[in-house]
């Protein structure tokens, strides 16, 4: 939608722009009928929010010449009037298809506009009186954005509580293709939100990141039961079809919203390693993301001392030391510093029980 704004007040120019910001609206603004006839030129808008109050012609004067002539009479215009002496009235035998007086509420400019875009036709001049002063305009405003903050918070509550019920499914249906994968994707969620604190506090904003750590396996829902659940080493065949895990999780979880951002990274790379080596995509140091190269110290530890099907659980000395003596090589030497110094948090987080 194109909005063209005529109005010669900067104040009033800034809160209408504003209103429309978050919006599918592009905002084009004139400060005199002779400008807006210029802009009108050259491409039409879709809405006209034209004051009345103008230096030169007044706004009732463009109003009328607009609607009087073909090329420009369909186009929607809501008049603005901060002033007693003009009545709606005035506003409909001028053609206008909306009136509002001044101080006017924004979310009821932006619903008019939007109502009027879509075809839905004129609206009745009614206006419930309001106090006029020079606060009047800002503080309806004010109150406006209050309004839509706090049904923002509320829309993004239950959109968290939809996520999560989504992250939840997921891991249920991951599951029960391997008995193991859930248990070890709330044990490493730990280990790596922990980690994550100490490397880097400022990933914590990044709400992505959290999810990436709990779905970090969820592309083994494609692959085989016979190779998740071999009782013993993989060939390098079964190795290969193993390897696809990061990147079908990537392709499954790629379009949802509340993983875009690290923690669509950490899908997709926590299998990469810093010396070059890892999987899918052959990534090396800084190439490799953070939130990844966080993940992966984590993801080993849980690897190394939770019991496998072709291996016993190593030890959590035994686990220390071969971070330690990876440093450099599999893992980010930064993260494995940030490991050192929180591993005594690291180990009580073991026995803690699981949700």
């Excluded at 808008?45 to 463009?62: H, Q, R």
């Excluded at 106090?131 to 405003?141: F, I, K, P, S, V």
């Excluded at 249920?172 to 044990?187: I, N, Q």
């Excluded at 190593?314 to 930064?334: K, L, V």
């Amino acid at each position: 939608m194109k909005l063209l704004v005529v109005d010669d007040d900067p104040g009033l120019l800034a809160l209408i722009r504003a209103t429309f910001d978050d919006v599918d609206a592009e905002v084009v603004e004139a400060t005199s009928a002779f400008s807006a006839r210029r802009t009108i030129e050259i491409e039409q808008p879709d809405v006209i929010v034209l004051d009345v109050l103008l230096a030169g012609d007044s706004g009732l004067d463009l109003c009328k010449e607009l609607k009087s002539k073909k090329p420009t009479a369909s186009i929607p215009i809501v008049l603005l009037s901060g002033s007693i002496d003009v009545a709606p009235a005035q506003a409909a035998e001028a053609g206008a298809d909306a009136f509002l007086t001044k101080p006017f509420s924004p979310l009821h400019l932006l619903e008019l506009v939007e109502q009027l875009a879509g075809g839905l036709g004129s609206f009745p001049f009614l206006q419930a009186p309001i106090e006029r002063n020079d606060n009047a305009q800002l503080l309806l405003y004010a109150r406006d954005l209050r309004r839509v903050v706090e049904l923002e918070r509320a829309q993004r509550r239950l959109l968290q509580e939809a996520y999560t019920a989504t992250v939840g499914a997921l891991a249920e249906a991951l599951g029960t293709k391997d008995t193991g994968t859930r248990a070890h994707s709330r044990r490493v969620q730990r280990y790596a939100m922990e980690l994550m604190y100490e490397v880097e506090p400022a990933l914590s904003e990044d709400v992505s990141v959290e999810y990436g750590f709990i779905l970090h396996d969820v592309g083994k829902i494609g692959i085989s039961d016979r190779i998740l659940m071999k009782n013993g080493p993989l060939s390098p065949d079964e190795w290969g079809v193993m390897e696809q895990h990061p990147l079908i999780g990537y392709e499954m979880l790629r379009d949802v919203a509340f993983l875009r951002g690290e923690g669509l990274s950490v899908v997709r790379s926590h299998h990469e390693r810093w010396d070059g080596g890892g999987y899918p995509d052959g990534l090396g140091e800084m190439e490799v993301p953070l939130a990844a190269r966080i993940f992966a110290v984590a993801d080993a530890l849980d690897a190394m001392t939770t019991d496998r099907p072709y291996r016993a659980a190593r030890s959590w000395r035994e686990a220390r030391e071969e971070i330690a003596a990876q440093s450099g090589h599999q893992f980010d030497p930064r993260v494995v510093d940030g490991f050192r110094r929180c591993e005594d948090r690291l180990y009580k987080l073991r026995a803690a029980p699981l949700s």
